[in-house]
């Protein structure tokens, strides 16, 4: 029985990953955290048991409580401010709240147990402005972030090496790319683009047509399904210290997902570019290589593109 | 007539920097602000009109106000939390206060001053761990911090590029190297050492006896009066958005540092290591190049090692 504590206990990925446990019969006792109300029920679960506190992870006492009486053997540190859009609005403020809640999390556990281990959850933003002959990414390039979101990821995934070299503590940190999935809120770009475009074939939406922003920029998605798995095996197998990005190794447009999606729906439609969509310096193009997870953990992709934006469809088809 | 803010007004670097203008017959407003109220009188100065408040750097709004009305051409951001050791002890605290501070100014200056130049002040400290064949340190090499205040100051320096390349700000960016120079404080090691030695020389201090962290370790030392030389040259001369390195080209370990100083004192003592004054995880050979800086403003280095350790010496000679 692993004792696993989660922050973002709300979020998307963290159901995905009590769904895994569920799922793989894999015996565990999960602390959840949240900055918000709960609305999770897992009662049904028979693997997993799930105990849940609503708190503000930059109140450090009652954190310090929680994991000095819990006693973790991992966390999954998901909880972020991860909106890079938000970052470009107030640096300043997104860039303090993700280190507050790091250095707390990181600070409790040096004082009260040491011996955990921690996933520390980055970004392939981390990776910054790329050129076409620098893709794949691989994890021993050079990070030269470009948002103040990116530059929080990389200070995190820094200070992560900080807190296992010089203290001992026991971290594995990723690079994660875009993750899509059922069940994703629609200020991500994908679960966006499949809401409007089920709105559209069911009549509810009149205009036929999708007004984005930069649709030209390649991004490597993998499903939340598969990251959830990464993230299980880290904890048994990854090497404490180590970066390991987590993608399928494959980039598409954002033009292509939505004309994949338009075929799987049967639709045509009008896009439009808003200028306001578009971030200020963004990335052009992003696919990383997953072979050193592959290699650490034997961790294979199993949901195609496809299959995803078929299952997203169906989501919003369901709750639409 | 330059308008120029300096933060960490105090400390020994900003000494020197207006001792610079005054010298180099540079008409200049200076502005300062400093956590601890100011002893420092410039009033007889011909060049330079200095005025002053003490505030602290996380009070955003008093800052503002200021930046506001003197509306600098250039601002010299020294102040920081500037040691490694503290760094260790107090890993949160210091990387919070050293983000705090930086991220306050630059969202001051977005606001209120969008045109003038700062000039961010970062560390050799950044490079983290080399190998021997990597020095000298170039710009372009990845970096890879090893302390806490190193993370602090990478965060710092990518920050600064968001700023410039997001934001239209006009920041240009150093690694500065170890400094020395006759007026610094005895906490750091080779001011330290030299007053030690001057203490021996005099009979003061009885034991002939240097207690001492690992000396093996090999710096790249820079004289402050040259340091500030070329920040002034990258004030005028520096491209947006760049970073320099701020160095000698030429390492050296502490304990040649020792030895030589022992020479100019004409005395012998004893050496001893204390495992407690030795750094976790601490950078064994930093040397850099400055040929960027070089290229870039001109500039070249005028006060060589001995030179300064004789200036240091005598500092201390005649202030105990």
Known sequence: MKKILITGFNGFVSGHFINYLEKNNIKSEIFGIDINKSEMDYSIFENVITSFVQ?????????EN???????????????????????????LSFRNNMN????????????????????????EEYGNVTKDKVPLKEEYSLEPVSPYAVARVSQEQLS???????????????????????????????????QLVEIKKGIKKERKLVTGDISVV???????????????LFA????????????????SLREVIDIMCGILDIQIDLETDSNLIRP???KIIIGTNEKLKAATGWVQKIKLKKS???????WDKKI
């Open 55 to 63: 708190l503000d992870l930059l109140e450090r006492d009652s954190l």
């Open 66 to 92: 929680i994991i000095y009486n819990f006693q973790p053997n991992y966390i999954l540190h998901l909880a972020s401010y991860s909106s890079v859009g938000f970052s470009w609005k107030n640096p300043s």
């Open 101 to 124: 809640i790091f250095l707390n999390l990181m600070e409790v556990v040096r004082e009260v147990n040491p011996s955990c281990r921690i996933l520390s959850v980055g970004s392939s």
């Open 161 to 195: 090496k900080v807190y296992c070299d010089g203290y001992g503590l026991d971290v594995v940190m990723t690079r994660s790319f875009n993750h899509i999935g059922p069940g994703q809120k629609d200020i991500f770009v994908i679960s966006s683009f499949a809401k």
């Open 219 to 233: 991004r490597d998605f993998l499903d939340v399904r598969d990251v959830v798995d990464a993230y299980y095996k």
């Open 237 to 252: 197998h990854g090497v404490k210290g180590e970066v390991y990005n987590i993608c399928s190794g494959n980039g598409i």
């Open 281 to 283: 310096n963004d990335n």
């Open 309 to 315: 934006l078929e299952d997203i469809i169906s989501y």
